[in-house]
């Protein structure tokens, strides 16, 4: 079935560094593939989505590129500030199924 | 702008002892969708609707039963309690058929079953 694979955390950074979080998932066919951010004390909101191979999705600061030929999905920013302190999901839609996620990768950035 | 509310925020249960959450969204979504977070296992999907009258099965739907009896609302049920359902449950809705992805998520209800 689809799953989807991310670093595990906390993820530690200074003002200003740059963030890397992989993402990689398994899935049958061409699924679209998404970042979920939560904010402390809130629900999850979409950040970016990329709906096909080579794709760039893009949205406050944040990339990631669709990688079919390594399967991944990976978050970057060029750099960070306090404010993008949250949890960060990755996720998946294939098939009939509802969107599968990931287990959630921490952030703290420290000014 | 009220998007998807969920009522109640805070519930402390006793084990055995039942319960409703009820989901609520104005945006006219077809889909709607409940999920429980712990820590370090991420969302896990309960149950889902794609449609008014319509529920389905999740990852994780054992304990659990749900209804969709308006399209705008969707809610979850315990019919007893246990401690291994202390959780933060939230509820999501989507638009159309064809399910875009993009959900929109309500600020969660903290569960807690002593």
């Known amino acids: 079935g689809n799953s989807v694979t991310q670093m595990e955390g906390p993820v530690t950074l200074s003002e200003e560094a740059f963030l890397t979080i992989n993402c990689t998932y398994t899935?049958?066919?061409?699924?679209?593939l998404f970042w979920y951010v939560q904010y402390p004390g809130e629900g999850l909101q979409l950040l970016l989505k990329?709906?096909?191979?080579?794709d760039k999705g893009s949205n406050k600061g944040f990339e990631a590129t669709y990688r079919k030929e390594t399967t991944s999905f990976h978050l970057e920013k060029g750099s960070v500030q306090v404010s993008d302190s949250a949890v960060y999901f990755c996720a998946l839609l294939g098939g009939n199924t509802p969107l599968v996620f990931g287990k959630g990768t921490r952030l703290s950035v420290i000014a | 702008n009220a998007g998807v509310t969920q009522t109640p925020k805070f519930r402390v249960l006793k084990t055995g002892q039942s319960m409703t959450l009820l989901c609520a969204q104005d945006m006219n979504h077809e889909y709607m969708y409940w999920y429980r977070q712990d820590p370090g296992m991420g969302l896990r999907l309960i149950h889902y609707?794609?449609?008014?009258?319509?529920?389905a099965k999740g990852e994780v739907p054992d304990g659990y039963n749900v209804s969709r009896l308006k399209k705008q609302n969707f809610l979850l049920g315990l019919e007893s309690a246990a401690p291994s359902q202390t959780s933060v449950y939230f509820c999501a809705s989507s638009f159309t058929s064809e399910n875009t992805g993009e959900l929109f998520f309500g600020e969660g209800s903290r569960l807690t079953v002593l």
């Open positions: 609707s794609v449609g008014e009258g319509t529920t």
């Open positions: 899935a049958t066919g061409y699924p679209s």
């Open positions: 990329a709906t096909k191979a080579d």
